[in-house]
């Protein structure tokens, strides 16, 4: 849109030692978004119109996620089914016990083999000597599951996550703080991926464009230089903003100057909360310059 950019010659019509006026210098943009949508659905909800003032993370609208968040339910119960297994350590107690068991029972033969040799057959020693070791390997199968059930709630997590980071993607979200310019959709259409959905521009901060003559003026003097930026608004008058210069074009125009570029602070109207300064305007700007 023209109002968005506005390139025009800007002269030089005041200086002293310590300053230098600007006139007719325009008012532009420093952010905006085409804000898409980032999946295919059809939108079940939008929550601001033009004009409307956003934060970056509010959530402008939603596209119908019915299934997904059926998806993050079943995700949810796995994760509580995973997590009950993985608190759930009775079977290495359980093995544990059985090991004391079976190395009593066989230590228990092995006294009585000693009292009175024999008294125990060999074929019933072997078999304790066998369940004895059996359940010594059983605490470490049990330990093993309870670290495979540990594991196991890592990957719900994850698989959980997953489906969390897909539902953000349902949601169209600001991505900056601004005002609502256009809204491009309606609540029932359907969207792919990429259809800007909202435009929103910054405006608590505007940059000013300047020409400033090379062959009086150093870029030095007006890097980082403090600015004052003055416009005559309908009804106000008179209006300054602050600001500070942020570039310094390295380039010489065929014109013989180069570009410098402010960014000034905007103010709203206490009365109705509109900002007063607004792309499009052109106004004067007074650089304060370096040593």
Avoid at 132 to 156: C, F, M, P, Y
Avoid at 232 to 253: A, C, N, Y
Avoid at 264 to 280: A, E
């Amino acid at each position: 849109m023209a109002w968005l950019w506005v390139a025009v010659m800007v002269l030089a019509t005041e200086t002293n030692a310590n300053t230098i006026t600007l006139a007719n210098c325009p008012v532009s943009i420093i952010d905006e978004a085409q804000v898409p949508a980032r999946v295919q659905g059809q939108l079940i909800e939008l929550s601001v119109k033009e004009g409307d003032s956003v934060t970056k993370g509010d959530v402008l609208g939603r596209i119908d996620d019915a299934v997904l968040r059926k998806t993050l339910e079943v995700k949810q119960h796995q994760l509580a089914a995973a997590q009950k297994e993985a608190d759930n350590d009775v079977n290495v107690r359980y093995a544990k016990w059985a090991n004391l068991v079976a190395d009593a029972e066989y230590q228990q033969a092995v006294d009585a083999n000693n009292r009175a040799p024999g008294a125990v057959p060999q074929a019933e020693m072997r078999r304790l000597l066998l369940e004895r070791g059996k359940t010594s390997l059983a605490i470490e199968q049990a330990a093993h599951d309870l670290e495979v059930a540990k594991l196991t709630v890592q990957v719900r997590q994850a698989e959980l996550a997953e489906v969390e980071e897909q539902l953000e993607m349902y949601r169209i979200v600001a991505p900056l703080d601004g005002v609502v310019v256009k809204r491009f959709f309606h609540a029932g259409e359907w969207v792919k991926p990429g259809d800007t959905v909202f435009h929103i521009i910054r405006m608590d901060r505007l940059r000013i464009e300047g020409m400033v003559r090379a062959d009086q003026y150093t870029p030095g003097q007006l890097a980082n230089a403090r600015t004052i930026f003055t416009v005559k608004l309908p009804h106000l008058g008179e209006q300054r903003f602050e600001g500070q210069t942020v570039f310094v074009s390295p380039v010489v125009e065929v014109t013989g100057e180069f570009t410098v570029w402010a960014e000034v602070t905007n103010i709203r109207d206490p009365k109705n909360g509109q900002w007063l300064l607004r792309p499009g305007l052109t106004g004067q700007l007074t650089i304060q310059l370096n040593p």
